[in-house]
């Protein structure tokens, strides 16, 4: 083959089948992962080896090896798909500060401040409801523009926290439950009772929101798994588990086997607007400075 690199064109495509095929190291399964069939990718490749000049992938070897010149060219691959990705973020990010819609992200719970806030905003606004770990990730990676997120949450680059208001914590328990006419419980008053587990999230969440250890000294036992909030409360509903979660819940759950108790002695949740550092667009900074004349 023609070892002259000189004026390549590389097709982006055909970099990331590169990629993708030795990142399974079998044709077939790449190509499955990729909705494409193994010939299609194979030809692919074939086409970019022939524009760099070198064979890339030794094809005789299971699982698929690379060439001296895959060996050199891959960190290159590397390199050149995640600048493409940068861009794509770039270009995306352009187009976003023309675009004076503003999108945010909420999850259920804490969203009394949130419609609070909301209603100052002179821009226009689209809701979009996030999963309970999407709660950073969708403002980090663009799919909104901010988020309204409840704690514990950790610190990220790139990301600025700001608190916008405080709900006390509640308890949720089936209507039979001893405690229920109480004005309020203590947490000790809980130790005798599973807590809702929660596989997808974080031992910092789950160990927060269940208060995890107790003050008494006794171990926390977690009950059946649950993974939005409308399985937690029907899980509660059940008689099977109690769940410690915000007073605005509350008020967004009407179920009539579901009672809701104050929590008086352990610390309240912190409600914050997650946005961008440095973000310019102009909801954004209208919401930031909502946000501000709505804190005390």
């Not at 949130?114 to 809701?127: K, V």
Request: glycine letters at 6%; aromatic letters at 6%.
């Amino acid at each position: 083959m023609n070892k002259d690199v000189s004026g390549l064109d590389i097709n982006l495509r055909a970099v990331s089948a590169f990629v993708t095929v030795m990142g399974e190291g079998h044709f077939g399964r790449a190509a499955a992962s990729m909705f494409v069939t193994a010939p299609a990718l194979s030809q692919q490749i074939r086409r970019l080896e022939q524009s760099l000049g070198f064979r890339l992938i030794k094809r005789d070897s299971h699982p698929l090896t690379l060439t001296a010149a895959g060996v050199a060219f891959m960190p290159h691959a590397c390199r050149l798909l995640d600048s493409a990705q940068e861009a794509a973020l770039d270009l995306a990010r352009f187009a976003r500060s023309r675009d004076h819609t503003l999108r945010v992200g909420f999850i259920v719970g804490g969203t009394q401040h949130a419609t609070a806030l909301l209603r100052r905003l002179s821009n226009r606004i689209e809701l979009k409801q996030l999963s309970w770990p999407e709660q950073l990730t969708a403002v980090a990676n663009g799919t909104v523009d901010a988020s309204f997120v409840i704690p514990p949450i950790p610190l990220v680059d790139g990301l600025t926290l700001e608190p916008i208001g405080t709900e006390p914590r509640v308890v949720a328990v089936h209507r039979e439950h001893p405690l229920v006419g109480s004005a309020s419980v203590s947490i000790n008053d809980l130790d005798d009772d599973e807590h809702v587990g929660a596989d997808h999230m974080t031992p910092d969440w789950m160990n927060w929101w269940a208060v995890d250890p107790r003050p008494s000294g006794r171990p926390v036992r977690y009950g059946p798994i649950i993974h939005t909030m409308d399985e937690e409360l029907q899980l509660v509903a059940t008689g099977r588990a109690i769940a410690i979660t915000t007073s605005s819940i509350a008020s967004y759950y009407s179920g009539a086997d579901v009672e809701f108790i104050p929590v008086r002695d352990i610390e309240p949740c912190v409600i914050m607007l997650c946005t961008r550092t440095g973000d310019d667009h102009p909801g954004v900074r209208e919401l930031r400075s909502a946000s501000l004349a709505l804190m005390p």
